[in-house]
């Protein structure tokens, strides 16, 4: 695995910051193309110099895809009840930093 420097490079004039983390945070609005123009580069130009990032994108990208694939019915009930207290556990711990 690649070591990550979350701050890989200064700021432009011209673009906003963009590191690993803030990727992280900003995946589901760029997917839905909800990012600003400006945001938008900068994301995509941290993508071109961030292995992990693309990998990053790339499981999302196929994790949305393989759920909305799914039927409520194939879940089984006891992994619906793990799931669910998974991410309240995990909604709980998260903190946003936008």
Request: proline residues 5%; glycine residues 4%.
């Amino acid at each position: 695995m690649v070591k990550r420097d979350p701050v890989r490079r200064k700021k432009s004039s011209n673009e906003s910051e963009i590191t690993c983390e803030r990727v992280a945070s900003l995946i589901m609005d760029y997917l839905n193309g909800e990012l600003d123009g400006e945001t938008t580069l900068a994301f995509e130009e941290h993508l071109s110099f961030c292995p992990d990032c693309v990998a990053f994108l790339n499981t999302y990208k196929e994790t949305i895809q393989s759920t909305q694939s799914l039927r409520y019915e194939d879940i089984p009930p006891e992994t619906e009840k793990r799931v669910r207290e998974f991410i309240q556990k995990k909604i709980k711990g998260f903190s946003p930093k936008r």
